[in-house]
């Protein structure tokens, strides 16, 4: 019974979740925490950390560690597909409805609308990113001294062959790593 | 589109390979995407693309799992949707399982945070590029409202820390009123062909 009750607990996760990312570690901490004490206050903050550090969604992630905590590889898959089930059942939904309709002059419209707000959102997220990058966890200062500078170089210098020879951006990544354990074993 | 095993195939592992690196989760998934299947594999267009990041962000769950959903959707139906999904959950349900065995070695790894922290201002580079470029279109169609909603939207966002939730649904009634506006200029012009833009 407990793969019933992971389930639905993670369902409840992802069906009220909108807008992903930060907006669903209320929620975890709400049903793994205070509802079904399945870890303490303290495991959560480094499951937490551990999601952010690790690729892919935050939900998806702590699903996985704490299926994994309480009822092994089973219930890790158990959380996983339940944290999942309420976006497959209403994107597909909408997937249909969208290429259905997409053509009509109202859908049109609203999409015509959206699309800028999309891309100011996108943005907002890569400057709040940026500014943790380069100024770290106290955020934007004009004191220019706090700037990490081998994440400045990194960033200039991904932006350029970004825009210059339009790699796949999963190099750009994968080399800022390496970049980064360079630098540390220049500085160490 | 023919689905034949080589399509389901290559979606399997353009989003295997995409979600092993989308660290920190949400937007950092649409550039990768965008990259693959609008530049590489041109199987979905460009605004389609903005359009589909839309939808992921306005329906429950992770935005990566329901970008993922809409573009396995587009190109092979239900059962390319089913998997594109499995393509993302893996990769994070097979690390997550790994690190939390060993996960206090790992937190305190000096070399593993300073790759991650390197990463972060690589993942920001990639966003602001992709950024720039979907900018760049949408101020060269030259409508004011657009660029006013980008600002505003932006500002909203960034600053005033607004639910994302309430922007679009802004922008949704924005984008009804035009319509609504838009067909009653067309019935005082019935003689003239609609113009659908």
């Not at chain 1, 303290?42 to 994994?68: C, K, R, W």
Request: a positive charge; proline letters at 3%; glycine letters at 8%.
């Amino acid at each position: 019974m407990i793969y019933l009750k992971i389930f639905l607990s993670f369902m409840q996760i992802g069906l009220f979740s909108i807008g992903g990312g930060y907006a669903a570690i209320p929620l975890i901490q709400n049903q793994v925490v205070e509802v079904n004490h399945w870890l303490s206050l303290s495991t959560f903050t480094d499951l937490i950390t551990i999601a952010e550090m690790t690729p892919g969604p935050i939900a998806v992630n702590s699903a996985t560690f704490v299926g994994l905590q309480i009822a092994g590889l089973p219930g890790a898959i158990i959380a996983t597909l339940g944290c999942i089930f309420p976006s497959c059942i209403i994107v597909s939904i909408l997937a249909y409805v969208y290429y259905k309709y997409r053509n009509l002059s109202t859908v049109q419209s609203v999409l015509k609308s959206l699309r800028p707000a999309i891309v100011a959102l996108i943005g907002s997220a890569g400057l709040s990113i940026l500014i943790l990058a380069l100024w770290g966890e106290n955020g934007f200062s004009f004191n220019f001294t706090d700037i990490n500078f081998s994440s400045l170089f990194v960033f200039v210098v991904g932006i350029f062959i970004l825009k210059k020879f339009k790699p796949n951006p999963i190099y750009v990544i994968g080399g800022s790593g390496i970049l980064g354990i360079i630098f540390y074993f220049i500085t160490y | 589109m023919k689905h034949n095993f080589k399509t389901y195939i290559k979606l399997f592992t353009s989003t295997f390979y995409i979600s092993a690196f989308t660290f920190g989760g949400g937007f950092v998934i649409i550039p990768l995407m965008r990259k693959k299947f609008v530049e590489d594999l041109k199987w979905i267009e460009e605004e389609e693309m903005i359009d589909l990041t839309a939808i992921a962000q306005s329906s429950p769950g992770a935005i990566a799992v329901n970008a993922s959903i809409l573009v396995g959707y587009r190109v092979a139906g239900l059962l390319g949707a089913l998997i594109t999904v499995l393509g993302t959950i893996l990769p994070p349900l097979i690390c997550l399982s790994i690190i939390s065995m060993f996960y206090t070695a790992f937190k305190n790894n000096a070399i593993v945070s300073a790759a991650l922290k390197s990463m972060q201002a690589g993942v920001a580079a990639v966003i602001i590029d992709v950024v720039l470029s979907m900018g760049n279109d949408i101020i060269k169609q030259k409508s004011i409202l657009s660029i006013i909603i980008l600002i505003i939207s932006f500002i909203s966002v960034y600053f005033f820390k607004i639910n994302v939730i309430y922007i679009i649904i802004t922008c949704i009634i924005l984008g009804i009123i035009q319509a609504f506006l838009n067909n009653r200029k067309d019935d005082h012009n019935n003689d003239l062909p609609k113009n659908i833009s």
